[in-house]
């Protein structure tokens, strides 16, 4: 019973900080992420971290905002998020995968939790 469930999306002014923290259960994960989709656009691939925290991915539109971590004694990762933009609004999806970061960053992890919602106000 693999669950990933994803909590601390909210409504926040531009320039604003949000933490989303993501619960993993019934296994460990050697790459856990993010993901993020808009209305009307693709999916679009946001954070991922290694087991150890050693190796992390970003994607190009972060700019050294976000920050992604992971807490494995419970099973845990987190994306911090800073200098919101309204171009940050979507629904946010925590994602784990057996294969590296890496290949989470270019490919389609195994699983992913339901969601949720940030919206960044002008």
Not at 2 to 16: K, M, R, T
Not at 100 to 108: P, R
């Amino acid at each position: 019973q693999v669950q990933l469930v994803e909590s601390g999306g909210g409504l926040v002014q531009a320039g604003g900080s949000l933490r989303l923290s993501c619960a993993a259960s019934g296994r460990t994960f050697n790459t856990m992420g993010w993901f993020r989709q808009a209305p009307g656009k693709e999916r679009e691939f946001v954070a991922a971290i290694s087991w150890g925290g050693s190796s992390t991915y970003y994607g190009t539109f972060v700019k050294g905002r976000f920050t992604i971590s992971r807490d494995n004694a419970k099973n845990t990762v987190t994306l911090q998020m800073n200098s919101l933009k309204p171009e940050d609004t979507a629904v946010y999806y925590c994602a784990a995968d057996s294969r590296s970061a890496q290949a989470m960053s270019a490919g389609t992890p195994n699983y992913w939790g339901q969601g949720t919602q940030v919206t960044v106000t002008s």
